[in-house]
């Protein structure tokens, strides 16, 4: 795989989100791996095998079956290995306890589902460019929340 290949996994159980989130990455201009998951458990089962690839940005669903976003996040934040992650929150809720409960544990940014699928590409071109350095050194709530 190129150097300059993103590695991008999307957990999402709505299969019609996952359908246009993979048609959005495929029209951004950067080199990017997508790996889907249908739910949480999907997700940590492959990011805790030996000797995985570990993607460079997980963008995680809150409201799945079977395991939830939020506790994927404990689990990624708990785990040696996958500690660093960049973790972008992908969900519909705008729920400002949703905002705050995903803040506090941890993760990186959080993007509300767009309505419109160039608003969607503009949401996950934003992410893949953000300078990820300065973002998490400067974190704080103003910029945790993606706004299109």
């Known amino acids: ?23 959005a990455m495929n029209e ?26 570990l993607p460079e940005i997980v963008f995680l669903d809150l409201n799945m079956p079977i395991k939830n976003g939020m506790q994927c996040l404990h689990e990624i934040r708990n785990h040696p290995r996958l500690h660093d992650l960049l973790v972008a929150i992908y969900s519909t809720s705008s ?7 995903t ?7 959080y993007i ?3 309505n419109s699928f160039g608003d969607l590409k503009q949401a996950i071109e934003k992410v893949l460019q ?3 350095q300065y ?5 704080n709530k103003d910029n945790f929340l993606l706004r299109i």
Request: charged content about 25%.
């Open 95 to 101: 729920s400002e306890a949703d905002i705050e409960e």
């Open 1 to 23: 795989m190129p150097l300059n290949t993103l590695n991008i996994a999307l957990a999402d159980d709505d299969e019609d989100d996952r359908t246009l989130f993979k048609e």
């Open 112 to 114: 509300n589902k767009p």
């Open 28 to 53: 951004i201009k950067i080199k990017t791996k997508l790996s889907l998951f249908n739910n949480g458990k999907e997700l940590m089962d492959y990011l805790t095998l030996p000797n995985v690839i």
């Open 130 to 132: 953000l300078n990820w």
């Open 103 to 109: 803040f506090v544990n941890g993760a990186n940014i």
């Open 135 to 139: 973002h998490t050194s400067a974190l």
